[in-house]
Nanobody, 118 residues
Framework: QVQLVESGGGLVQAGGSLRLSCAAS????????MGWYRQAPGKQRELVAT?????RTDIADSVKGRFAISNAKNTVYLQMNSLKPEDTAVYYCNADVKVYGAPTIEYWGQGTQVTVSS
């Protein structure tokens, strides 16, 4: 019923920048929050940043000062600056979505690869 479509990943040199986008579509009544998580090979998925519809943000200490999260209607962005090799991971979009006639459900995107070369 709800799809999250990510874009913007790729290969970048250390110190470079990338901007990820995630658009939610489908039978959406409202979205409570959207965000980004990442998973590096051999590691658990971890929170990168989240933002609520009223603009409250939660950003991981490891990316504070380098990454910024923002949102527009049913879309979330992650601006990543001063990228480091340790930022290499698959980045997943996440959204808490209330669809019509159903409770709020957590949805995930398919993931987009970000690779930072040294």
């Amino acid at each position: 019923q709800v799809q999250l479509v990510e874009s913007g990943g790729g290969l970048v040199q250390a110190g470079g920048s990338l901007r990820l986008s995630c658009a939610a579509s489908g039978n959406i009544f409202s979205i409570n929050a959207m965000g980004w998580y990442r998973q590096a090979p051999g590691k658990q998925r971890e929170l990168v940043a989240t933002i609520t519809t009223i603009g409250r943000t939660d950003i991981a200490d490891s990316v504070k000062g380098r990454f910024a999260i923002s949102n527009a209607k049913n879309t979330v962005y992650l601006q990543m600056n001063s990228l480091k090799p340790e930022d290499t991971a698959v980045y997943y979009c996440n959204a808490d979505v209330k669809v019509y006639g159903a409770p709020t459900i957590e949805y995930w995107g398919q993931g987009t690869q970000v690779t930072v070369s040294s």
